[in-house]
């Protein structure tokens, strides 16, 4: 069975500093691997995904994520934390397939500090 | 991109009265719908998926006559909670992935706060 593993339950960046939040996760096949955001009693936003290719992928707001097949992870960055990337952030896996099911991590709170 | 409505954002009911949400794919055509639900400070639990003009698919131990989810186009999915108690109120968010929009990803709707008194 699939699983994503977020093991920071909440972290705490300075604003200016840089970000990086971890993912791992156990998937029988190749991996589709997604960021999503959500703010406070707001739905998901999509940051980014990786489905084949280059292993370092751009997202929005200047986010970034590098899949580690050997580590099995797909870890979120981003260079500079603004104070309104506060919020919860989730790693999810799934499959192209006829419907796209995903496996969410139990997400990671980012608070930024001034 | 392609955007997701739900609604309404919040209701209130009373303990026993039975809620419908919508869920909307405003740009593309939605041929498979899913709903989860959030409970505080936790990831997302999917309930079931829905394939346009098909039965819905539910997740283990949701109870489908509880949940009835109806996908009778491609542009609209409800979810009704019947006989709504109080243990029921959660947060609610649907998705929605199919043509018209990026293959593979699911695009979420700002999700519904279900409180039942």
């Known amino acids: 069975a699939q699983s994503v593993t977020q093991p920071d339950i909440h972290i705490t960046v300075s604003e200016g500093a840089s970000l990086e939040l971890r993912c791992n996760y156990s998937y029988g096949a190749t991996p589709y691997l997604f960021w999503y955001v959500q703010s406070p009693g707001q739905g998901l936003q999509l940051l980014l995904k990786y489905f084949s290719g280059d292993t370092l992928v751009q997202g929005i707001k200047g986010f970034e994520a590098e899949f580690k097949r050997s580590q099995s992870s797909f870890n979120l960055r981003k260079p500079s934390v603004h104070w309104s990337d506060a919020a919860e952030y989730f790693c999810?896996?799934?499959?192209?397939?006829?419907?796209?099911?995903?496996?969410f991590g139990k997400g990671t709170m980012l608070l930024v500090s001034p | 991109g392609a955007v997701v409505s739900q609604h309404p954002s919040r209701v209130i009911c009373k303990s026993g009265t039975s809620v419908k949400i919508e869920c909307r794919s405003l740009d593309f055509q939605a041929t498979t719908m899913f709903w989860y639900r959030q409970f505080p400070k936790k990831s997302l639990m999917l309930m079931a998926t829905?394939?346009?003009?098909?039965?819905?698919?539910?997740e283990q131990g949701v109870e489908k006559d509880k949940f009835l989810i109806n996908h009778a186009s491609l542009t609209l999915s409800t979810l009704t909670v019947t006989s709504a108690h109080p243990e029921d109120s959660s947060f609610y968010i649907c998705?929605?992935?199919?043509?018209?929009?990026?293959?593979?990803?699911?695009?979420f709707g700002a999700g519904t706060r279900l409180s039942v008194l």
């Open positions: 829905s394939n346009e003009g098909s039965k819905a698919t539910y």
């Open positions: 999810a896996v799934g499959a192209v397939s006829g419907y796209s099911t995903l496996t």
């Open positions: 998705s929605a992935s199919g043509q018209g929009a990026s293959v593979g990803i699911q695009y």
